[in-house]
């Protein structure tokens, strides 16, 4: 599975550095430029094509596995059916990563007017979504991980627990992704679109904080104490141990079975089982530890060091470009 990339955060990868500057100015305080992406042919290549490639690769894959699962009535009655729900959220963050990061770099190589305009009406909506669809995933993935660890190991509330997932999926699954858009609708009054009166085209429209993000307390509780605690690190030392529970018991099966029974199942058939689940969870872990460490850094850099950006400015840019592309894989 794919997703999108740092999309939560606006960047420098955006037009108009957006989210960097201050808001609530007046137009007579506010200086006319317009600073577009930095280190534009480098970025085209970057985000423009390769990263604008593996998106819309994640839309085919994910849109055929979505089409697989609606049609197989087995999937859907099976643990699977998390995974058919990632399939439809991930292609929807795709098609996000597309609109947010890749046109906002096509709009400054290709210098469109018309692409700017088209993109400061939509972008309050689509990070908004952007960002219910991230923490939907994110729900998706620790569901499918504890329905796995319940039916994994024995026990009567583990039992208990299993049956109740097993009987509520849909229903569980939906007051997760309910639960993602509340949690995340205020995304859309962090971000402002703001007229500054200037009258080149491109400085007439400013992309800047909102009056959430504004707020000292909003930004450093909410924003980043608390976001980064229950987004980033809780979910993922959660799933690292429940993966490697995971892994140890299914060591533990192998070697039962093939002690009971050596013909019953190949020796090298179990080991590479073994491997396999050992292999997906240093990818998972990895990928999620990477991404997720560097946004965390970024934010912190961005909080609590927010004058020293200009000094490293090509650093923080292309860090948010490597969080982006590390999201867009890890799924």
Not at 178 to 185: H, I, S
Not at 187 to 204: H, Q, S
Not at 247 to 260: C, H, L, P
Request: glycine share 4%; charged share 20%.
């Amino acid at each position: 599975m794919l997703a999108d990339g740092h999309m939560d955060n606006l960047n420098t990868t955006h037009p108009s550095s957006a989210l960097i500057a201050e808001g609530g100015h007046s137009n007579e305080e506010r200086e006319c430029r317009y600073e577009g992406t930095d280190r534009i042919e480098e970025k085209i290549i970057i985000i423009g094509i390769c990263a604008t490639f593996v998106a819309v690769l994640s839309i085919v894959l994910n849109t055929f596995y979505t089409i697989v699962f609606l049609r197989n009535q087995s999937l859907r009655r099976s643990g699977m059916f998390y995974f058919g729900v990632l399939a439809v959220i991930d292609a929807i963050m795709a098609v996000n990563y597309i609109a947010l990061m890749s046109v906002s770099v096509y709009i400054d190589y290709f210098k469109s007017v018309f692409m700017y305009t088209i993109y400061l009406k939509y972008i309050r909506i689509l990070m908004t979504e952007s960002n219910c669809a991230i923490c939907a995933s994110l729900l998706m993935i620790l569901l499918a991980t504890t329905e796995r660890v319940f039916r994994t190991f024995e026990g009567k509330q583990m039992e208990k627990c299993r049956r109740f997932l097993e009987k509520n999926r849909r229903a569980v699954s939906a007051f997760c992704v309910l639960f993602a858009c509340c949690y995340k609708l205020c995304t859309f009054w962090e971000i402002a679109v703001v007229e500054t009166g200037c009258e080149k085209p491109f400085e007439a429209i400013s992309l800047e904080k909102g009056y959430l993000s504004q707020n000292e307390y909003y930004q450093l509780i909410w924003q980043f104490w608390f976001r980064n605690i229950f987004e980033r690190f809780l979910p993922f030392f959660y799933l690292i141990i429940t993966n490697i529970l995971l892994v140890r018991a299914a060591k533990q099966e192998s070697a039962k079975t093939i002690g009971n029974d050596p013909k019953a199942r190949n020796p090298k058939v179990a080991r590479r089982s073994v491997r396999d689940a050992t292999r997906a969870l240093i990818s998972l872990v990895s990928m999620y530890l990477l991404s997720q460490t560097l946004q965390v850094i970024l934010t912190t850099w961005e909080t609590f060091f927010n004058h020293t950006l200009d000094d490293h400015i090509d650093t923080y840019s292309y860090m948010n470009d490597f969080v982006s592309i590390a999201c867009l894989l890890s799924r």
